[in-house]
């Protein structure tokens, strides 16, 4: 299709809401980029990749569905509060950028349902909508039979992919990777992480827009309350001071001697990962990982008074 006779090129955008969180939290805590994904960014991003691929204007190229897909845990099971709250600040991004979102409860087994909800619902929309190209934002194999259910109706579907190794919360190497039978069967795969690495493209304004500035990581009163040291350790918690930090875990030097404690960014309560600072005194909770004792319930502790 051609931009010069102006039709416009229509996408659906469909997330799987699990992957997408995974794939931010690699870039927020892991990455040196150290910022969470932009969905107003990816989204601009889609429409120029979608013109490029389709040999179309980008003005002419136009999202005009979107849709989030995850299992999220009910308010009475969350322990942490500040879960429940940055969720609804994630809820108002999507809201703000016009994205539907679909959950369902987590079970004791993880998500169940979410990743055929995802599927029945793309199908549907491309059928009744008719989108020209539908993006899936996925890595799972398991939506193979969707890709080739798309493809039947005449449907490009495009999907964005990623490939990268990060140290999970027991301290073990993980990998990520977008399944290669969905790149071989989509019309038009899309690695980005090569996209976002490629040195040559440090300053276009399209890939770092795919990030949001860390200035603009605000929670708001809240949480800001809730990120205050703490003036003393709790009863029956454990201190320490942060001997290190690396990307997205760090290591706990303990007051009572013994091993370092190894702590996850996930085991940080009350602030961000990332404002912490080697030197840093703590309080945590022993826990236990595949690699033996580790910190659970990590909190920052304020300076002692001179």
């Not at 150290?34 to 691929?53: P, T």
């Not at 993880?110 to 549907?124: H, N, P, Q, T």
């Not at 912490?276 to 910190?295: F, S």
């Amino acid at each position: 299709m051609s931009s010069i006779d102006g039709k416009l090129t229509r996408a659906g955008i469909f997330y799987d809401g699990n992957f997408f969180f995974h794939v931010s939290n690699y870039y927020h805590y892991h990455h040196e980029r150290r910022a969470r994904i932009s969905v107003g960014g990816l989204h601009a991003f889609v429409r120029q990749q979608v013109a490029d691929c389709e040999g179309a204007d980008p003005r002419y190229c136009q999202i005009v569905d979107a849709h989030y897909f995850r299992g999220r845990l009910r308010a009475a099971d969350a322990e942490d509060r500040d879960l429940l709250y940055k969720e609804r600040v994630f809820d108002d991004v999507l809201v703000r950028e016009g994205v539907t979102t679909h959950y369902l409860p987590l079970s004791r087994e993880g998500e169940k349902g979410i990743d055929v909800w995802l599927a029945l619902e793309a199908y549907e929309l491309a059928i009744y909508k008719r989108f020209d190209v539908s993006v899936l934002v996925v890595c799972d194999g398991d939506f193979l039979p969707l890709v080739r259910k798309l493809n039947t109706l005449g449907t490009r579907v495009m999907v964005l992919g990623w490939d990268f190794k990060y140290v999970d919360q027991n301290g073990n190497d993980r990998e990520t990777r977008t399944a290669q039978v969905l790149l071989d069967e989509v019309t038009y795969p899309i690695m980005m992480h090569p996209i976002i690495d490629d040195r040559a493209r440090l300053k276009d304004p399209l890939v770092n827009g795919l990030f949001v500035p860390r200035k603009e990581f605000n929670f708001g009163p809240s949480l800001a309350r809730s990120a205050a040291p703490l003036s003393s350790p709790s009863a029956g918690a454990s201190t320490g001071w942060i001997q290190t930090l690396k990307s997205g875990y760090g290591f706990i030097v303990p007051d009572q001697g013994g091993p370092n404690m190894f702590f996850f960014h996930e085991d940080v309560i009350g602030a961000d990962f990332l404002d912490l600072k080697t030197g840093d005194r703590v309080q945590y909770v022993l826990g236990q990982n595949d690699r033996g004792a580790c910190a659970k319930e990590v909190r920052r502790l304020a300076p002692a008074a001179n």
